[in-house]
Nanobody
């Protein structure tokens, strides 16, 4: 079993920055990709960004390209999401997730292909 704990969310004004962190613990095994998803009230969970095991490949949703940066530190079993130039449309609960099936060599944008999820951290951007 793998546990994921997110932190770093908060209430900010448009244009501000936040850095989210997600720490993995438990029976982590082999190599895995990590990703961030978000969910706004009344909307489906959507892919935000993902990173392969070695960090060499990242993938972003079009809506966050150029503003968000995903990175990871495998020694700390942590993935980060640096969010700059935040917009009200970025408001939602942010979840990190782990995908073992693809062995960490590629990133999938499909939520149902991630095996483990955190509880989420709330990000609210006011206009």
């Amino acid at each position: 079993q793998v546990q994921l704990v997110e932190s770093g969310g908060g209430l900010v004004q448009a244009g501000a920055s936040l850095r989210l962190s997600c720490v993995a613990s438990g029976r982590t095994r082999s190599t895995y990709a990590m990703a961030w998803f978000r969910q706004a009230p009344g909307k489906e969970r959507e892919f935000v960004a993902g990173v392969t095991w070695g960090g060499g490949r990242t993938l972003y949703a079009d809506s966050v390209k150029g503003r968000f940066t995903i990175s990871r530190d495998n020694a700390k079993m942590t993935v980060y999401l640096q969010m700059n130039s935040l917009k009200p449309a970025d408001t939602g609960s942010y979840y990190c997730a782990v995908d073992y099936a693809r062995l960490g060599v590629t990133v999938t944008t499909k939520a149902n292909e991630y095996e483990y999820w955190g509880q989420g951290t709330q990000v609210t951007v006011s206009s």
